[in-house]
Each structure stands twice: as structure tokens, then as C-alpha cells.
């Protein structure tokens, strides 16, 4: 009588297993989408970074105390991470950097750690801050509020105050009006004069 081989119904139904298990297992290889928008009030990490292209303005690299102190004009600028007004601001604060470089301190701050907390005199920024974002506000070398002002403030307004501050003569290019065009859902540039991207 011949001999039959062993039904193969185990190992079938292992591997049948093993399949179903990697058909749901698959998703869980592939990376989570990432949402990030230039126009909504969500966290998508740090704005400078991500909308601006400049990651180098946070952590700042002084103080506002530091500067008072040193006799540097400087420009604080109040932002959240999770708020649109500060996503579309951004560019303009990296903007400032490229004009002014060293001639400023630049001091982007988050508004988290002044809130609620005691005000701690004029070299404290929590001093200064009203409460909304984006708030400028650029200090002479003497420690003179110059500008003060909120939401998302034209260039030019802020290039004047910084020329007062520093005593540097403002080239006719910083002179004027500017806007923000957005170059996709992502990223945007402070144009002068208003116009869209040529």
C-alpha cells in the first residue's frame, strides 16, 4: 500500500495567520503624514524653522537684560507656535535678522513662560508684553521703547524704529511698505512695495 504524505492543514493555516498578521501590521511600517499649515492655530513646532527656513533665531542668543545692559538697541518680537498670526509673522522676524544682523539683538520669545508670572522690572520682557502675538517692540541702545506695537506689523514701520535705534541711516531698499506673499501652503517671503513674487 502506498504511503500518503502528511496534510499540509497546519502549516497552511500558519501561514495564513502569519499573512493576516503582516496585511494588518503593514500600515503601522509607513510614516504617519505630517500636517503642517501656514493658517491654523496647531502646533507644528518651531515656527521660525519651519515657516520662515531660519531655525537659527530660537533660542535667541541674548537677553533683553544683556542688551539693556550692553547699551545694544534691540528688537523683541512675542510669538506663539500655535498661532497663525505668529506662522505668517515669521518671515518678517527672519527678515530682520538678514537686514540688521549683528547691529540688533534679536530676541524672539515664546509667550508661554510669561504668562501669569510677576513683572520683574525693564530688563524683564514679561514688562513689556500685552498679552497678544505677534507684538514688536524695538529699544534704543538707552533703553527707550521706540515701537511698541501688535499683530503683524509692515516691515518698513519696524525698519524705521530700528534706524532711529541704531542711528544707522535707512537705505532707500529697508524705506517703504513690504508684504508677505505666501510661496505655498508652507512657506512665505516679505516682498517690498507690496508687490507679489516675481
Sequence with gaps: MPTRPAPAAPA?????LALALL????????PAQAWAALDNDTYDGNIYALYAGNGSLVPPRGTLAQALEAGRPAVVVYYLDDDASSKRFAPVVSELQRLWGNTIEL??????????????GPGDPAHY????????????????VLLD??????L??????????????????????????????????????GGGRR
Design 107 to 120: 530676541i524672539p520669545l515664546v509667550t508661554d513662560p510669561l504668562q501669569d508670572r510677576p513683572d520683574g
Design 23 to 30: 496585511l494588518l501590521l503593514t500600515p503601522l511600517l509607513w
Design 156 to 193: 518698513g514701520v519696524i525698519n524705521e524704529a530700528v534706524s532711529e535705534a541704531t542711528g544707522i541711516s535707512l537705505p532707500e531698499a529697508f524705506r517703504g511698505s513690504s508684504s508677505t506673499v505666501s510661496i505655498n501652503e508652507l512657506n512665505a517671503e516679505v516682498v517690498s512695495g
Design 129 to 144: 508684553w500685552r498679552g497678544l502675538t505677534p507684538q514688536v517692540v524695538v529699544f534704543s541702545g538707552d533703553g527707550r
Design 149 to 154: 506695537v501688535e499683530g503683524a506689523v509692515d
Design 12 to 16: 497552511a493555516g500558519v501561514l495564513g
